[in-house]
């Protein structure tokens, strides 16, 4: 694991932690994702990418702005409840990180920090 350069860097590394056991798990992938995962994956970065809020992004569960489409919502759902407490085991100092940050309070989109 390579030191974080940001809070967006942080949230794809733990996500991507969190697909990638997701699909080792239940899809029995070894080294790479399934075409599902995958796109998964790739949704996930493009919508970090895009994030309006950057480094002040919140995790998505304390997020004010939804930005997943319904069905990548309930399939990203899906995956954190699987992978969330299997986290501690595999992938303890980003599931740490993951519990701090969701203590933090909802940030709030002002009009001033849209892009």
Not at 25 to 46: A, E, I, P, R
Not at 79 to 100: R, S
Request: proline share 4%.
């Amino acid at each position: 694991m390579t030191l974080f350069k940001t809070r967006i860097d942080r949230e794809k590394q733990t996500v991507g932690a969190m697909i990638r056991l997701y699909c080792k798990l239940k899809h029995g992938s070894n080294g790479g994702l399934c075409g599902d995962c995958q796109f998964m994956w790739d949704y996930v970065q493009l919508k970090l990418g895009k994030c309006p809020f950057h480094d002040d992004k919140p995790t998505c569960l304390n997020c004010t702005i939804h930005c997943y489409k319904p069905a990548e919502k309930e399939k990203i759902r899906e995956i954190m409840k699987f992978t969330g407490p299997k986290m501690l085991l595999y992938h303890p100092l980003l599931a740490m990180f993951h519990l701090f940050e969701n203590r933090k309070k909802r940030a709030v989109l002002t009009t001033s920090s849209r892009y």
